[in-house]
């Protein structure tokens, strides 16, 4: 009787473990991004929630359409959202 050896697939380690990417969840406030990126398509524009998250310059640009745009709603939710973005940046957490 002979043997067949059997192959053993690597040992893998998820992406998550080997790497320590920044927690874009926390870039900004889950339920204000929604509320933005709803108020933005009301005003015919598209924005990406998935390119919020993970491309600062994408989601800077948004904020800074909102703040041109005639809607005085949308105006203060950019301000709310950069206010939390710019938080991040510097380290200090804000009002709780």
């Known amino acids: 009787m002979s043997t067949v050896p059997t192959r053993h697939k690597p ?41 919020m998250q993970h491309d600062r310059r994408y989601g800077l640009e948004q904020l800074s359409h909102a703040r041109n745009m005639a809607d005085d709603t949308l105006r203060v939710m950019a301000v709310q959202l950069f206010r939390h973005f710019e938080s991040r940046q510097s380290g200090i957490s804000g009002p709780h």
């Open 11 to 51: 040992a893998t380690v998820p992406l998550s473990v080997n790497r320590r990417a920044p927690d874009a969840s926390q870039l900004w406030p889950r339920d204000l991004l929604e509320a933005f990126c709803l108020r933005m398509s009301s005003q015919g524009m598209c924005v990406s929630r998935a390119l």
